[in-house]
DNA sequence: TTTTAGTCAATAAC
DNA sequence: GTTATTGACTAAAA
């Protein structure tokens, strides 16, 4: 019927994506487009609202099937021509857990992709997708831009015909690809079109100019073990700390600083997702399978995840680092305590983030303070008490290790308490 | 200027 | 073929 917002990312994904900033790489048939820039995009909506009323009534489906709705009434107005920033400004808390949760469910029981989601319906590619989808911010964690891909994936919740729709869409690129295929290949020659799996890096080049691609960097276990054990010292290195590191690990510095950075936000994330559950869940993230905690693979225990094997990343940077580095205990230590959970007060210093965390809970912590290091995972049945554990544990050490350090200082006043 | 947030895209893993 | 991971990059915030 009216617009929504399928039709509206519809309409403009196919629009010939000439202002298209990158070429999705595996840009199908279908001429995706960034469908990012919303306000182009929404004029080109033309009055209608680009989702209408109808299709926004409160989710009374609620599609999360449980406690809290991903479904809170998006605002808009029955305003023609609101812009989807619009829309997120005014949209009240979204459950971001509840409604990626319940995407993937109906992404899966039809068998539609993240790629063809993630292009069609949010102008995002299969990466950031995967990426959104197991790993979602709480709402108040997320700028305006970060709440776009949930207000889009609220819209398409529900739509009633979104499902319907992107099937057809699948189709549609289907069939256009066996075109294309079967005309290059009675071409003669493999044209492949340029447009899936382009092999252009950027965009903007010329097709002329086959495009030398940068070879991507792949860091080596060493490396990131190297990397790791860098970041628990020092979450934040200074510059020459970065040279040395790249030096000595034959990187060039700028792979040295991206690998903190994304470390860092990396685990931030994933710190969120922590911070959700053991809340009990705003979402509804919580049961089962959140997630976060995508026991997956990672196995071998890497990716910032190094979370999951041994004592966390996180907890362990909020371990001893920053005592030499004022501002990595500070801004380290900030950001664990809030990001755990906000739950040491305000302001509070490093000592107390670690005290407000483990005042967190009482179970079996105490038995853990005898040592310093901890093992960090046990048997982890539930990967989410197994978190909870390492949290706890983590914290332990981070108090026994600023006891220590304290004590081992002469001068009371150098204590840090 | 540095850090963060958000994303892309190559590629590894399934 | 699809999904997950992760190095790199851009824009905005601090």
């Known amino acids: 019927m009216s617009a929504n917002l399928y039709d509206f990312c519809h309409c403009v994904c196919s629009a010939p994506a000439e202002s298209t900033p990158k070429t999705s790489a595996s840009c199908s048939p279908a001429p995706e487009s960034p469908l990012s820039s919303a306000e182009e995009s929404v004029n080109g909506l033309t009055g209608d609202p680009l989702i209408s009323q109808s299709s926004l009534k409160p989710p009374s489906d609620d599609p999360s099937g449980g406690e809290s709705q991903p479904g809170t009434p998006l605002p808009v107005p029955g305003h023609s021509g609101l812009s989807i920033q619009e829309m997120v400004a005014m949209s009240p808390e979204l459950d971001t857990y509840a409604i990626t949760k319940k995407v993937k469910e109906v992404l899966t029981d039809n068998n539609l992709g993240q790629r063809l989601f993630g292009e069609t319906i949010l102008g995002l590619t299969q990466g950031s997708v995967s990426d ?26 529900q739509d009633p015909h979104s499902v319907e729709k992107l ?42 100019q086959q495009q030398l691609k940068k070879p991507r960097v792949v860091l080596g276990p060493e490396e990131k073990e190297a990397l790791k054990k860098a970041y628990q010292q020092k979450p934040y290195p200074s510059p ?11 990187l060039k510095t700028s792979t040295v600083i991206n690998w903190f950075h994304n470390y860092r936000s990396r685990i931030r994330r994933e710190l969120f997702i922590e911070e959700i559950q053991a809340a009990g869940g705003v979402g509804t993230g919580s049961e089962g399978g ?19 094997s041994e004592g966390t990343a996180e907890t362990r940077h909020g371990l001893g680092i920053g005592m030499e580095d004022p501002r990595g205990c500070k801004d380290h230590d900030m950001e664990a305590e809030s ?27 105490g038995s853990s303070a005898s040592s310093t290091i901890l093992p960090a995972s ?40």
């Not at 256009?176 to 252009?200: I, Q, T, W």
């Not at 020459?240 to 690990?249: C, D, G, N, P, V």
Request: glycine content about 12%; charged content about 25%.
């Open 132 to 157: 959104l989808l197991a790993r979602p911010k709480p709402w108040h964690k997320l700028s305006l831009k970060g709440r776009e891909p949930f207000v889009r994936m609220q819209l398409w919740l």
């Open 290 to 308: 959140s997630p976060s905690l995508r026991g997956s693979k990672s196995g071998e225990g890497d990716s910032c995840d190094g979370t999951e």
């Open 378 to 417: 046990g048997p982890a049945r539930n990967p989410r008490d197994n978190n909870l554990r390492k949290k706890k544990a983590a914290n332990l050490n981070n108090i026994i290790h600023r006891l220590e350090k304290a004590a081992s200082k002469e001068d009371p006043s150098e204590w840090e308490f």
């Open 240 to 250: 020459k700390t970065i040279e040395e590191l790249a030096s000595q690990l034959n």
């Open 167 to 208: 099937m057809d869409m699948k189709r549609l690129e289907k069939k256009a690809y066996m075109k294309r295929r079967l005309s290059s290949l009675s071409d003669g020659h493999l044209v492949d079109g340029g447009l899936p799996g382009s092999d252009y890096v950027q965009g903007s080049q010329s097709p002329g």
């Open 339 to 365: 990001e755990a959970g906000g739950l040491a007060g305000p302001g509070s210093s490093c000592g107390q983030s670690g005290l407000g965390l483990f005042g967190l809970t009482d179970a079996s912590s």
